[in-house]
T-cell receptor, first 112, second 114 residues
Framework: LAKTTQPISMDSYEGQEVNITCSHNNIATNDYITWYQQFPSQGPRFIIQ???TKVTNEVASLFIPADRKSSTLSLPRVSLSDTAVYYC?????????????FGQGTELSVKP | GAVVSQHPSWVICKSGTSVKIECRSLDFQATTMFWYRQFPKQSLMLMAT?????????EQGVEKDKFLINHASLTLSTLTVTSAHPEDSSFYIC??????????FGQGTRLTVV
């Protein structure tokens, strides 16, 4: 399984765009990149998943360069409620036999 | 509504007793359920994978006799922490993966052993 490295913590202010970068230098050909959000005392929640280039949904964008050795989660105009821990996972999707292996995560703190 | 319902959300028990945590798949059948443990300020650690109709698969270092996992039906998976001790105090989460590769997490159970 590809190891991921993320910043341990980040600070931001309301209304700003936040970009969290994850390094995964040994990502395999069949690996996907998935981001989860976790609030205290709650189970993580799926945010976005991608394989290459750019993926966008209603809450975030995921940028993946051509070499796929890193990825960046972009949260547009964050609010206080976006304060949470964000996990970058790299691996084969479950329906292909994979497991969800969590790294250390990035603790994002959004200030007023 | 929640796809995976986990109960209880929190429990306090005395040292030496056993605690059962249930996870129910509400919207569709769950042939597989992942169980995680999370200590304060740490990431989620995969403990085991439960499979309906067969024995659970435990990750290295997880005591199968202490953490009993049962997947009795296609909608119910349980984790029993036997002879709990204070060091077992943690946040336990069940996860149901779906065919689209994203996963649905239970609400989690905060276990405190006193």
């Amino acid at each position: 399984l590809a190891k991921t490295t993320q910043p341990i913590s980040m600070d931001s202010y309301e209304g700003q765009e936040v970009n969290i970068t994850c390094s995964h230098n040994n990502i395999a050909t069949n690996d996907y990149i998935t981001w989860y959000q976790q609030f205290p005392s709650q189970g993580p929640r799926f945010i976005i998943q991608g394989y290459k280039t750019k993926v966008t949904n209603e809450v975030a964008s995921l940028f993946i360069p051509a070499d796929r050795k890193s990825s960046t989660l972009s949260l547009p105009r964050v609010s206080l409620s976006d304060t949470a821990v964000y996990y970058c996972l790299v691996g084969i999707p479950y329906n292909q036999g994979g497991k969800l292996i969590f790294g250390q995560g990035t603790e994002l703190s959004v200030k007023p | 509504g929640a796809v995976v319902s986990q109960h209880p959300s929190w429990v306090i028990c005395k040292s030496g007793t056993s605690v059962k945590i249930e996870c129910r798949s509400l919207d569709f059948q769950a042939t597989t359920m992942f169980w995680y443990r999370q200590f304060p300020k740490q990431s989620l650690m995969l403990m085991a994978t439960s499979n309906e109709g067969s024995k659970a698969t435990y990750e290295q270092g997880v005591e199968k006799d202490k953490f009993l996992i049962n997947h009795a039906s296609l909608t119910l998976s349980t984790l029993t922490v036997t002879s709990a001790h204070p060091e077992d105090s943690s946040f336990y989460i069940c996860v149901k993966p779906n065919l689209l590769s994203e996963a649905f997490f239970g609400q989690g159970t905060r276990l405190t052993v006193v």
